[in-house]
């Protein structure tokens, strides 16, 4: 069983930074893909970055394109995401997912095949 848990949500002002975290218990296998989602209330979750775990090159959606950044530790078994210039619309519950094995060279920003943590909250006030 994947066991992810997220931290660093909070609540913060429009233009302001939060910084979150995923740990993942173990990966059973060297080829996985790790992605950052968000859901909204009334919305369908929405993928916005994710990690290749064999090359480690990541993918972001327009949204967050050159406001975020996704990056990882390999000692930690972690990946953490940065978020800069937050906007009202940012307002969501974050989860970190990870598809263990992925042998793919595109992880998806599409939520099926994740396994998911218990989420944190983002509240960002314009």
């Known amino acids: 069983e994947v066991q992810l848990v997220e931290s660093g949500g909070g609540s913060v002002q429009a233009g302001g930074s939060l910084r979150l975290s995923c740990a993942a218990a173990s990966f059973t296998f060297d080829d996985h893909a790790l992605g950052w989602f968000r859901q909204a209330p009334g919305k369908e979750r929405e993928g916005i970055s994710c990690l290749n775990g064999r090359d480690g090159r990541t993918f972001y959606a327009d949204s967050v394109k050159g406001r975020f950044t996704m990056s990882r530790d390999n000692a930690k078994n972690s990946v953490t995401l940065q978020m800069n210039s937050l906007k009202a619309e940012d307002t969501a519950v974050y989860y970190c997912?990870?598809?263990?094995?992925?042998?793919?060279?595109?992880?998806?920003?599409?939520?099926?095949?994740?396994?998911w943590g218990q989420g944190t909250q983002v509240t960002v006030s314009s």
């Open positions: 997912g990870l598809i263990d094995p992925w042998f793919g060279t595109t992880c998806p920003l599409t939520p099926e095949f994740y396994a």
